[in-house]
């Protein structure tokens, strides 16, 4: 299973703001890997206190789903069928639904935390890492223990092999835009092997195209603006100090300053204005306007 492994754990520190219009939030559950803004709140998704090298292997259920405040404030939410949550890494809104995935289970339920439905997929060596939604019907969810995705029914919660021509080993998060996936894969610790890729022809098949390598631990992908921005945990070979940074068109590597001086981005979300990163191992978020993510053209 995949390890993050950092010589300071969890550290609840204030973050320096890249720009004087950021909104900063520190003091999250241990171990967040993914918020969400859905409607007036912020939600959260954490593995819970294992910490590295024991979080993704846990059995236990010591994640969680959180609704956020400011200061740090949040919220815990209990899920209606009472089995909890062990391992989530990636969440999503559908409708009036959040929709979520733990380990080998996909899990629809209100922001309240009543569950339309939860499904597992019981197949050796699966571990859901991101949904996205392909379309009303039909979510999609990267399975980074096969490296391969899947399709869920957003009414049943059924799922099935897809894209099966697609194998990206350490598949991690995913965005889709148009008819085209751009997708991250996490590599190995001490190595400057995760890439970016490109999947196009979202039928049975898909075919996939590495964009860009030489990453350390990339963990996050979004599309903003046109532009494919990646977050992770050691940046570029060429650019280490860096933790975001983003593709031109030629897929040459370009680094960014938001979040850099963090010990790493595990999520970024769009909403077309504004983008928030979660910095996993600092316990924090930060929401910043588009316009200071990308450097001005």
Known sequence: MMIKRLSALLTLTIIQPVSAEEVLVSGLPPFTEAILPF???????SIGPGGPG??????????????????????????????????PTGLVELGDQIVLVDGNQVISLSPEGDVNWRRSYDEEGVFFYDVEVLNGATLLVSDFGRGGFVSVSANTGDIQPTLNDVQIDGLARFEITDD????????????????VYRISGLGEAGLSEKLAGGFGNLESVEVVEGTVVVGGYRGHQDHQAFKLMQLDTEGRVNSLDAGSNTHGVSDIYSDGYSIWLNFFYDGAYAKIPAKHVLPSS
């Open 39 to 45: 409607e007036a709140d912020v939600y959260a998704i």
């Open 54 to 87: 024991e979080e993704f292997g846990s059995q236990a259920t010591n994640g969680g789903l959180y609704k956020l405040g400011p200061n740090g404030v949040h919220e815990s939410i209990t899920l209606s069928d009472g089995e909890g949550l062990r391992n």
């Open 180 to 195: 085209q996936i751009y997708a991250v894969s996490w590599g190995t610790d001490d190595a400057w092997d995760s890439a």
